[in-house]
């Protein structure tokens, strides 16, 4: 069986093409492989995760740039920093990554590594997660709109507007047109490429996973205006603001935005 290795060696990578990775984790992942029984949040970015036993599992969550766009300089990063900080990487699947295993004694070295890369910790509770799109312009053909430009323009307004915590998380998902690569049907809030007299942008709100999974509701269409998109923006901005000002604590952007609306439909009634 593989070995890992020590913390400053050389990684074991798992070989074929579905490589039973299992058995090349850690130990104290492979003895808790399936053993969790609950998470909390114990600070911007950070999840502790508990096992059945007690035993406890620090992540470091980060956001990186969207689309998943990786440069070699940012993999020789992360791998560095799983080397010396942490048991394993992971991509998460909004495309940020987790740092998985951290030794919380060695936390405040790894968030000083972490701010001096220009890189921010963050995604995990009620607040803003990593901003999801599509390759987009980056290579697709059918793109209609920037969807990494429009994500990484949204991640940059609305991160400091996020800090002090949100409602409920916000999941934001991008997809350059309306075969939605970048999941903005299943979003909190949701754009899309699509074609109205020429390009322009589709909001969706309400999007979501869980017990009870639904589609997001179609509704406003934004003007197209590369390469900052800045309707697109003050739109978002002007929603997410007013969803903070007036929902209930965990109340989701969508069940907030249905409320709003039963009340004012019922103050429109005779
Ligand atoms: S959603 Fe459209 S633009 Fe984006 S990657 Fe898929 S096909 Fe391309």
Request: with cysteine; aromatic share 6%.
């Amino acid at each position: 069986m593989a070995t890992w290795p020590e913390p400053g060696g050389e990684p074991v990578l798992p070989a074929g093409l579905v490589a039973d990775f299992r058995e090349q984790l850690p130990s104290f992942l492979r003895e808790h492989y399936g053993k969790w029984v609950g998470h909390d949040h114990p600070g911007p970015g950070l999840v502790r995760h508990l096992a059945a036993d007690g035993a406890e599992c620090w992540t470091l969550r980060l956001h990186l740039p969207p689309g998943g766009v990786l440069s070699s300089s940012t993999l020789r990063l992360l791998a560095r920093w799983i080397r010396e900080y942490a048991l394993v990487g992971r991509r998460t699947s909004r495309q940020g990554f987790e740092l998985v295993g951290v030794d919380p004694a060695r936390l405040p070295a790894l968030m000083e590594e972490v701010h001096l890369a220009g890189l921010l910790p963050g995604g995990t509770g009620p607040t803003l997660h990593q901003v999801k799109a599509c390759v987009g312009f980056l290579h697709c053909q059918n793109a209609l709109v920037d969807s990494p430009g429009i994500a990484r323009v949204l991640g940059e307004v609305l991160l400091p507007l996020a800090r002090d915590g949100l409602p409920a998380p916000l999941r934001i998902s991008v997809a350059g047109c309306p075969n939605d690569c970048g999941g903005a049907h299943g979003a909190d809030l949701g754009l899309m490429g699509t074609y109205r007299r020429g390009p322009s942008v589709r909001l969706y709100t309400g999007g979501r996973a869980g017990l009870h999974p639904r589609l997001g509701w179609a509704r406003e269409y934004l003007p197209a205006e590369p390469p900052d998109y800045p309707g697109v923006v003050e739109h978002v901005v002007d929603l997410v603001e007013a969803w903070r000002a007036g929902a209930a604590c965990g109340e989701r952007l969508g069940d907030w935005l249905d409320r709003a609306e039963e009340r004012e439909e019922a103050r429109e009634k005779p």
